[in-house]
């Protein structure tokens, strides 16, 4: 499928009280995922350590088993020291899942901080949940891409879409941008997603980020899976207009996502050094002095 390249325009996108795009700072997305192991506790503790290190967004995922599990055999794998571990999807996502009643409460306190909140969400249900409690944007994972419906409705939302592009082909990534358009999508934004859990360097390819950005006219981000911090740092210098990364107590822990996240005790340096990477991208302003 061709599409016309957008000429160097890319529309930013209105998040919470943000902006997203070329222009404004690069915006951290602290991704909650399945460090909190399902205790909500722990994951109210994460978000607020990500707001007090400066994210911008506390993000979730929403785990509705009935609509979205139909086999309940299927296994999950995922890397830990080096070794595959592969586990129940259904014990996965009833251990480390929060009722939708928890995603508000994590909604809650982001509000009370001008933090933006958004979430995964993979069915219907989780769409009308997050516009019902005014989540400021909706996440669709890579999976779903193809998922036209799902598309529409989260379009249909109302809420900005952020759209992981996975192992998607260019014409899979440019068939969903122009689904949502259609369906009229309120923002969108695209989150390159490099394979593996976690991501090997080598198959990072962040000049997609600025070929994917042209063609399309959408903000770009990088939904780091790395296991450490290089990969955000590169991906500002590449020109990611957003981040994501997981956030836990410590990455060196077992379970899954852990591999992959920022410590607590690492995450206001990390989001520190990204906001100093990102000013660097500024032209300086034309002088009178002769360099």
């Known amino acids: 499928m061709n599409r016309t390249p957008s000429s160097g325009r890319v529309t930013s996108v209105k998040v919470g009280g943000h902006t997203v795009g070329p222009e404004a700072p ?8 399945v460090c909190h192991d399902g205790q909500v506790e722990l994951a109210l503790k994460l978000a607020q350590a990500a707001i007090e290190a400066g994210a911008h967004c506390v993000k979730t995922e929403t785990f509705n088993r009935a609509a979205i599990l139909a086999d309940p055999d299927i296994k999950m794998a995922y890397e830990e020291n080096g070794v595959q571990v592969e586990v129940s999807l259904a014990r996965h996502m009833e251990e480390c899942g929060l009722s939708l009643d928890e995603h508000a409460r994590v909604k809650e306190l982001c509000q009370r901080h001008g933090v933006a909140f958004m979430a995964t969400a993979h069915d219907f249900e989780s769409i009308d949940f997050l516009k ?8 669709i994972a890579s999976p779903d891409v193809v998922h ?17 592009t996975g192992a998607c082909l260019k014409s899979e990534i440019v068939r969903a941008v122009e689904v949502l358009e259609a369906a009229g999508a309120s923002g969108i934004v695209i989150n390159h997603n490099p394979a593996g859990h976690p991501a090997p360097g080598a198959g990072h390819a962040l000049g997609s980020l ?10 770009m981000g990088l939904s780091c899976h790395y296991a450490g911090y290089e990969m ?10 957003a981040l994501e990364k997981p956030v836990s107590l410590d990455r060196f822990a077992s379970g899954p996502e852990r591999a992959y996240s920022i410590s607590l005790a690492d995450l206001q340096a990390v989001v520190s050094q990204v906001a100093e990477m990102d000013a660097a991208k500024i032209p300086l302003k034309p002088s009178t002095t002769n360099i």
């Open 232 to 241: 955000l740092y590169a991906a500002v210098g590449a020109g990611a207009d």
């Open 148 to 164: 036209i419906p799902l598309l529409e409705y989260a379009a249909a939302s109302g809420l900005p879409v952020f759209m992981d």
């Open 26 to 33: 690069c915006f951290f997305i602290a991704e909650l995922g």
């Open 132 to 139: 019902d409690i005014k989540a400021s944007a909706i996440k």
């Open 210 to 219: 600025a070929s994917l950005k042209a063609l399309l006219g959408r903000p």
